[in-house]
């Protein structure tokens, strides 16, 4: 388990600076580089995209020339685009030059997670528990990281937000070199359609849950700063509630999903995930905003882990990052397209209800797809659990 240690502590500092960029990057597209928001919704769509097909190409060489020396390019490639904007603010300041650099981030950030995904996957005994582990380092980074990015925006500027990120990455690609490799056994080969029907399915159920989660950068952070008068802070602390839920609640919700199984805990997080979501509608608040992000992240405890261990258990180890390649694209996808749903929703609406239920809707279907493709296949939900003995 020490490469499942390593590659969480990894997720943990890239979280840290990347968080803060991604979650903050609607607001500075808009307030310092004068796009809209329809503008701010095609450029992280776009990026989303491109970076959704890289991560099928490095799952696929991953598998063959090896996972820990993906995770060490792709980190280090953050590590000088984010130097390129602390030195150069004729880059960071421009509408033009900006967001080439920061899709660039996006592409390099999403570049190693099969890689990553492949070896907590190959290092684990318990292939959910593993997943809980390392989503616990990853909300720390992304629970802290915007609570400390809108301190920073709050009593400077954004130009601290580079630098965090840059200082906070370099330590994350010094210490991806401590990484052990993992090669799986089995016959290798370079090839793109992972001719796994069950995986498509995983894949395309992600997507749609993913539409949702992609809210939390246009929709969600424009929503509470326009429509609710939310200032930075208390945008940091919404954020922050995550990540420390996520601390205090894995544990017991990993002992719940092994009792259940995978198939139980999909649907469970997938409905809460989504209705929290739904539920900023209710609230214009910090308070609210903060109960409504404890739904959601209860629901992100069930359902996440469990999302990635299913495709563990669907797929051969020689194949592995491949497919965690492709279960990570269309998660991609999804964050490709909610932006741009959700730029496109604020444009055309200010009602709360509309505005959530036309972002969120999508997660239901995606429960019911779920529920539709597994649940009547004799067998194949207890296939994909790992249910604990009694």
Same mark, same amino acid.
């Given at each position: 388990?020490?490469?499942?240690?390593?590659?969480?502590?990894?997720?943990?500092?890239?979280?840290?600076?990347?968080?803060?960029?991604?979650?903050?990057?609607?607001?500075?597209?808009?307030?310092? +580089?004068?796009?809209?928001?329809?503008?701010?919704?095609?450029? !992280? =769509? @776009?990026?989303?995209?491109?970076?959704?097909?890289?991560?099928?190409?490095?799952?696929?060489?991953?598998?063959?020339?090896?996972?820990?020396?993906?995770?060490?390019?792709?980190?280090?490639?953050?590590?000088?685009?984010?130097?390129?904007?602390?030195?150069?603010?004729?880059?960071?300041?421009?509408?033009?030059?900006?967001?080439?650099?920061?899709?660039? +981030?996006?592409?390099?950030?999403?570049?190693?997670?099969?890689?990553?995904?492949?070896?907590?996957?190959?290092?684990?005994?318990?292939?959910?528990?593993?997943?809980?582990?390392?989503?616990?380092?990853?909300? !720390?980074?992304?629970?802290?990281?915007?609570?400390?990015?809108?301190?920073?925006?709050?009593? &400077?500027?954004?130009?601290?937000?580079?630098?965090?990120?840059?200082? =906070?990455?370099?330590?994350?690609?010094?210490?991806?070199?401590?990484?052990?490799?993992?090669?799986?056994? &089995?016959?290798?080969?370079?090839?793109?359609?992972?001719?796994?029907?069950?995986?498509?399915?995983?894949?395309?159920?992600?997507?749609?849950?993913?539409?949702?989660?992609?809210?939390?950068?246009?929709?969600?952070?424009?929503? %509470?700063?326009?429509?609710?008068? @939310?200032?930075?802070?208390?945008?940091?602390?919404?954020?922050?509630?995550?990540?420390?839920?996520?601390?205090?609640?894995?544990?017991?919700?990993?002992?719940?999903?092994?009792?259940?199984?995978?198939?139980?805990?999909?649907?469970?997080?997938?409905?809460?995930?989504?209705?929290?979501?739904?539920?900023?509608?209710?609230?214009?608040?910090?308070?609210?905003?903060?109960?409504?992000?404890?739904?959601? =992240?209860?629901?992100?405890?069930?359902?996440?882990?469990?999302?990635?261990?299913?495709?563990?258990?669907?797929?051969?180890?020689?194949?592995?990052?491949?497919?965690?390649?492709?279960?990570?694209?269309?998660?991609?996808?999804?964050?490709?397209?909610?932006?741009?749903?959700?730029?496109?929703?604020?444009?055309?609406?200010?009602?709360?209800?509309?505005?959530?239920?036309?972002?969120?809707?999508?997660?239901?279907?995606?429960?019911?797809?779920?529920?539709?493709?597994?649940?009547?296949?004799?067998?194949?939900?207890?296939? !994909?659990?790992?249910? %604990?003995?009694?």
């Amino acid at each position: 388990m020490k490469n499942v240690g390593t590659v969480t502590f990894l997720s943990t500092l890239r979280g840290l600076g990347y968080s803060s960029i991604w979650i903050y990057s609607a607001i500075y597209l808009r307030t310092n +580089l004068g796009l809209s928001i329809f503008q701010d919704g095609v450029i !992280i =769509t @776009l990026g989303s995209a491109i970076a959704a097909a890289v991560q099928i190409y490095a799952g696929i060489l991953a598998d063959k020339f090896g996972y820990k020396r993906f995770i060490i390019l792709s980190v280090g490639l953050c590590v000088m685009l984010f130097a390129v904007l602390v030195a150069s603010p004729e880059v960071r300041n421009s509408s033009l030059y900006y967001p080439p650099v920061f899709m660039g +981030l996006m592409i390099a950030n999403a570049a190693q997670a099969p890689a990553a995904n492949a070896i907590v996957s190959e290092s684990s005994s318990v292939k959910l528990r593993g997943f809980s582990i390392l989503r616990i380092g990853n909300n !720390i980074g992304w629970g802290i990281g915007p609570a400390l990015g809108g301190f920073l925006i709050y009593s &400077g500027s954004f130009y601290y937000l580079f630098l965090f990120g840059l200082v =906070t990455t370099a330590f994350g690609f010094v210490l991806s070199f401590t990484l052990s490799e993992v090669k799986a056994s &089995g016959p290798r080969a370079i090839q793109l359609y992972a001719g796994n029907r069950l995986l498509l399915v995983l894949s395309f159920v992600a997507l749609l849950l993913f539409i949702v989660q992609a809210q939390e950068t246009i929709t969600l952070t424009n929503y %509470a700063n326009i429509l609710r008068g @939310l200032n930075f802070n208390e945008l940091g602390i919404i954020y922050l509630t995550n990540g420390i839920v996520v601390i205090g609640t894995q544990g017991f919700i990993y002992k719940a999903s092994r009792k259940i199984g995978n198939y139980f805990s999909f649907v469970i997080g997938g409905l809460l995930y989504t209705f929290g979501f739904f539920s900023y509608a209710f609230f214009s608040t910090l308070q609210g905003f903060i109960l409504a992000t404890v739904i959601l =992240t209860l629901g992100e405890n069930f359902a996440f882990p469990a999302g990635y261990a299913m495709v563990s258990m669907v797929s051969k180890p020689e194949n592995i990052g491949r497919n965690m390649g492709t279960y990570n694209a269309f998660i991609s996808a999804g964050r490709a397209v909610g932006p741009l749903i959700g730029g496109a929703v604020l444009s055309l609406t200010s009602n709360s209800y509309e505005l959530w239920a036309l972002t969120t809707f999508w997660g239901f279907i995606s429960v019911f797809v779920f529920m539709g493709a597994f649940r009547k296949k004799a067998g194949i939900a207890e296939q !994909i659990s790992e249910i %604990a003995s009694p």
